[in-house]
């Protein structure tokens, strides 16, 4: 099944991409900052996300987490 059609799994993979562009941005910032429009904005914008609200980034990481390990 696809990640697009389990709500789960989409949950999980958004996550995963803002917090892997904060985690490149933080490493490498000029790779990220030169493409702020277009179809490769979108890694911008999702490591602004992962920037600004870290903090519920990070509980939403943690309770996917524990669903995916305990619920599932």
């Known amino acids: 099944m ?3 059609f389990n709500f789960q799994s989409l949950l999980t993979v958004v996550l995963l991409l803002i917090c892997t562009c ?3 941005r933080a490493l490498a910032p ?4 030169r ?3 277009g ?5 911008w914008k999702c490591a ?3 920037e600004r609200k870290s903090p519920y980034v990070s509980m939403c990481c ?6 995916i390990l305990f619920w599932s």
Do not use: H
């Open 2 to 4: 696809s990640a697009l």
């Open 22 to 24: 904060a985690y490149v």
């Open 30 to 33: 000029s790779l990220l900052d």
């Open 35 to 37: 493409n702020k429009e």
């Open 39 to 43: 179809f490769l904005g979108i890694f």
């Open 48 to 50: 602004r996300i992962g």
């Open 62 to 67: 943690i309770a996917m987490a524990f669903t």
